[in-house]
């Protein structure tokens, strides 16, 4: 079994930088990649991007790429999204999960544990 717990978010006006972080117990060694998603309440979850767990291989969405970045410490068990140069339109609730298995994925439904969530609220 893996736990999860995101925090880090926060309220920051535009232009403005946030680092999340996802700190992960449990069986870490089931883990493949760890990905970071973000959801509106009564809309689908969007996949921003992920990282392999035990490798440097990184996936951002184009519409993040530029801004954010993802990275990790496994001696420590956590996973970052840093968070530059933000916009009204990120703001959301954002989500950590984990994924076993062989191939990583941006599909929510591949991933087999979660965080709670932490918002993100960006002002203009």
């Known amino acids: 079994q893996v736990q999860l717990v995101e925090s880090g978010g926060g309220w920051v006006q535009a232009g403005g930088s946030l680092r999340l972080s996802c700190i992960i117990t449990g069986r870490t060694d089931s883990i493949t990649a760890m990905g970071w998603f973000r959801q509106t309440p009564g809309k689908e979850q969007e996949f921003v991007g992920r990282?392999?767990?035990?490798?440097?291989?990184?996936y951002l969405v184009d519409s993040v790429k530029d801004r954010f970045t993802i990275s990790k410490d496994n001696a420590k068990n956590r996973m970052y999204l840093q968070m530059n140069d933000l916009i009204p339109e990120d703001t959301e609730i954002y989500y950590c999960g984990a994924k076993r298995g062989r191939n990583s994925s941006e599909d929510p439904k591949d991933y087999d544990y979660w965080g709670q969530g932490t918002q993100v609220t960006v002002s203009s």
């Open positions: 990282i392999i767990w035990n490798g440097d291989n990184v």
